[in-house]
């Protein structure tokens, strides 16, 4: 059934990984360094458990060199975004460290996804803070987004059964 059991288990562990940081940032607000760093540096297993080449082609497979320059882009960006203090610091590590994961054309529709499910996290807490009569103290756990956009991703692409479940249902 499944064709690789070390880059399915590596991808089990990375979607617990995705649970717990959602969970804790849910509860307290944080996501762990100890969390985001377990899943930068499992990455390269990742990567030799895919085959996955140093240098290729960007149009007919993706690369180290390809994972490494997203992930250094979207720290680039979101280091921006945490300077403006429009993310949290958990928040910019969990993605990046995810962009070592997702192939670069996946991980831009984790991002679509995740700024989707972000929208409507913010607009839930913003109501609770509001009837609550909290707006001053109003903190959307982003990393939840994130979390379930990456397990979307996973499941539908990269889980052999929940991809081809997805795809007879288009």
């Known amino acids: 059934m499944l064709d690789d059991p070390i880059k399915y288990g590596l991808l089990a562990a990375l979607a617990i990984a995705l649970l717990v940081a ?15 760093t377990g899943i930068a540096l499992a990455a390269p297993l990742f990567w030799w458990a895919s085959g996955m080449p140093l240098w290729a082609d960007p149009w007919v497979e993706t690369s ?10 979207t720290f680039i960006i979101l280091a921006v975004l945490f300077a403006l203090r429009a993310m949290g610091g958990g928040d910019v590590k969990l993605l990046t ?11 831009l529709k984790l991002v679509i996804v995740m700024a ?5 996290l913010t607009i ?29 991703v996973l499941g539908t692409s990269y889980f052999p059964s929940a991809a081809l479940a997805a795809s007879t249902l288009r």
């Open 97 to 107: 460290a995810l962009a070592l994961w997702i192939e670069p054309m996946l991980f």
């Open 124 to 152: 839930v807490f913003g109501a609770w803070h509001v009837m609550r009569r909290r707006r001053d103290r109003l903190a959307v756990p982003y990393g939840v987004a994130i979390s379930l956009a990456g397990l979307w």
């Open 64 to 73: 180290i060199v390809a994972q490494l320059g997203v992930a250094l882009v």
């Open 22 to 36: 959602a969970f804790t940032d849910l509860r307290s607000r944080r996501i762990d360094n100890w969390l985001n």
């Open 116 to 120: 989707l499910l972000g929208g409507v």
